[in-house]
């Protein structure tokens, strides 16, 4: 398993309150990912880093955004949470050779109320 | 605008018989494509991948197969074991390399394999 951890798991939150995921990742991989998963839609990319303070926008980045100050930590901040992002966030990592796939945490299930 | 199909949301199927996911894609570009299966409150894992250059991958009792004429890609286990049953999402990329963002996912597909 790659060593990534999200938290918190599970969280609930009122709409405009501010929230803050965490990604930690143990295998000092450099590309990091965060994705929703929403029934209907699949996967979709939110923001990407590809290294320490850089990072870029994904497919559906609108109200997101995302900070990263140590190679293990991905941060993705939601700065007033709507019903909209109530959703199952997953972190992702690839590894170091060419063509490696995205290795995924366990997952954070939010929910906006 | 969904580039990469799942049709079929579930998938019902008896312990040791084949499983066959399919999965459909709009974007004549894409050139590597990958399956992931991911079981409840687990991520995603990854399963197979198959480069355009080939038309079957296999590993063990899981091949992929890739149609570029008609954009279409299968899934085939075989045979199919209880602990198979999961969500299982294809995904497609052109020029996928590490560090890209660029990959497109399926709407997944339920399978249950019944014992």
């Known amino acids: 398993d790659a060593g990534i951890t999200q938290s918190p798991r599970h969280k609930v939150t009122e709409t405009g309150t501010p929230v803050t995921l965490r990604c930690h990742q143990t295998?000092?991989?450099?590309?990091m990912y965060w994705y929703r998963q929403d029934p209907g839609h699949g996967l979709r990319l939110i923001h990407y880093?590809?290294?320490?303070?850089?990072?870029d926008k994904g497919e559906v980045s609108d109200g997101y955004s995302v900070s990263r100050s140590k190679t293990e930590d991905f941060l993705l901040t939601l700065e007033s949470a709507t019903s909209s992002q109530t959703s199952v966030y997953f972190c992702?990592?690839?590894?170091?050779?060419?063509?490696?796939?995205?290795?995924f945490g366990n997952g954070t299930r939010l929910t906006v109320t | 605008d969904q580039q990469v199909k799942q049709n079929s949301p579930s998938l019902s199927v008896q312990e040791g018989r084949i499983s066959i996911l399919n999965c459909d894609y709009t974007n004549s570009m894409f050139d590597y494509f990958l399956w992931y299966k991911k079981y409840p409150a687990e991520g995603p894992t990854f399963l197979i991948s198959i480069s355009s250059i080939k038309d079957k991958n296999e590993d063990g009792r899981f091949t992929v197969f890739l149609n570029k004429s008609a954009k279409h890609l299968s899934l085939h286990i075989v045979p199919s074991q209880p602990g198979d049953s999961a969500v299982y999402f294809c995904?497609?990329?052109?020029?996928?390399?590490?560090?890209?963002?660029?990959?497109?996912f399926g709407t997944g597909t339920r399978l249950t394999v019944i014992p």
């Open positions: 295998e000092n991989h450099r590309y």
């Open positions: 880093s590809y290294g320490v303070k850089d990072t």
């Open positions: 995904a497609a990329s052109h020029g996928w390399r590490t560090g890209a963002n660029n990959l497109f």
């Open positions: 992702a990592i690839t590894g170091t050779k060419n063509n490696s796939p995205l290795h």
